[in-house]
């Protein structure tokens, strides 16, 4: 697996820890990842706010789900499985794109192929086809071979 994330992508996953504590739960999971995303200046956020995918909107949905936001937790250390499982396919997108190094975009586009993760699903619940999205990704990927915003 590739183990070198570009600055943003450790910015997206720093990021993703502290949104797991601002939404009081437990565990760091993909939504928070997700938020983390939509929380940098990155390619990954440029795709998802063309899809009018925003901050607010999706915290704002976060913290409206009960059964993801326990007490409020001072530190959330726990990983998720599907998170784990989403940082290392972001290593396999990666190679299938030729990039040496893990991007948002990758990162993005391995949420969306795993179906069955909360950010896959809140996605999902915003409109947005998980399919458009990755062929989206794909089409960046295909365009921009310097990774610039990632």
């Known amino acids: 697996m590739l183990s070198h994330f570009t600055e943003k992508a450790e910015a997206v996953i720093n990021s993703s820890k502290k949104c797991a504590e601002a939404t009081g739960s437990a565990y760091i999971g993909t939504e928070h990842l997700l938020l983390g995303i939509l929380d940098t200046d990155c390619a990954g956020c440029k795709l998802l706010e063309e899809k009018r995918i925003y901050y607010k909107e999706l915290f704002d949905k976060l913290v409206d789900v009960p059964q993801l936001v326990a007490e409020k937790i001072i530190v959330p ?8 499982k989403i940082i290392e396919s972001s290593g396999n997108v990666a190679r299938r794109f030729n990039s040496n190094l893990i991007g948002t975009e990758h990162l993005l586009y391995a949420i969306c192929e795993e179906t069955d993760c909360c950010g896959a699903r809140m996605l999902i619940s915003l409109g947005v086809s998980l399919s458009v999205l990755k062929n989206d990704i794909s089409t960046y990927l295909n365009t921009h071979h310097l990774l610039y915003y990632s």
Request: overall charge neutral; aromatic content about 12%.
């Open 77 to 84: 250390e726990e990983l998720s499985p599907k998170y784990k």
